[in-house]
T-cell receptor, first 109, second 113 residues
């Protein structure tokens, strides 16, 4: 089942912060975050495994609350290069990765 | 450049036709995944192969089939094409079968007229 992402879109000025949420109705083994720029392929950002860990990639970090089956992606001090569509992918105890509908982030100067 | 290659880049064909999309994974990766991305559906997982064998199946139509060859390249066959099959088809690869970090190819844009 497809995870639910929110918000659908967010517009930021350079230097501002944003949070993207991803939730699932199924028990999760892992949450994966990807970013896709217009006309390009999705690019892997990070994986979070169950255990409530938090990870970071430059000034982009994420958390995973396995009890709530939720993950959040934090964009801190956003840069123009952060613009794109962010997808969360969730995996339960099978090998399938189900992606959310995506959150479009636009960072303006 | 992810190291995953896909051909062709663009494909325009008519309804009812059959096409084959090709994917070569990164060197050393054993798993290949196929995804369909259309405007209203987001990224939809179709199927995964690991070292030549089907590992997981997603929302793949019966008109679609795939295989992974001994040299690990994969092909996705789409037949009896319909207008609704127009989409971007991505292939991704990963080192193992656990659907962890996946590297996406540039995609094949299929237009069915």
């Amino acid at each position: 089942q497809q995870p639910v992402q929110s918000p659908q879109a967010v517009i930021l000025r350079e230097g501002e912060d944003a949070v993207i949420n991803c939730s699932s109705s199924k028990a999760l083994y892992s949450v994966h975050w990807y970013r896709q720029k217009h006309g390009e392929a999705p690019v892997f950002l990070m994986i979070l495994l169950k255990g409530g860990e938090q990870k970071g990639h430059d000034k982009i970090s994420a958390s995973f609350n396995e009890k709530k089956q939720q993950s959040s992606l934090y964009l801190t001090a956003s840069q123009l290069s952060y613009s794109g569509t962010y997808f969360c992918g969730t995996r339960s105890n099978d090998y399938k990765l189900s992606f959310g509908a995506g959150t479009t982030v636009t960072v303006r100067a | 450049d992810s190291g995953v290659t896909q051909t062709p880049k663009h494909l325009i064909t008519a309804t009812g036709q059959r096409v084959t999309l090709r994917c070569s994974p990164r060197s050393g990766d054993l798993s290949v995944y196929w995804y369909q991305q259309s405007l209203d559906q987001g990224l939809q997982f179709l199927i995964q192969y690991y070292n030549g064998e089907e590992r997981a199946k997603g929302n793949i139509l019966e008109r679609f089939s795939a295989q992974q060859f001994p040299d690990l390249h994969s092909e996705l066959n789409l037949s009896s094409l319909e207008l609704g099959d127009s989409a971007l088809y991505f292939c991704a690869s990963s080192p193992d079968n656990r659907a962890e970090e996946q590297y996406f190819g540039p995609g094949t844009r299929l237009t069915v007229t």
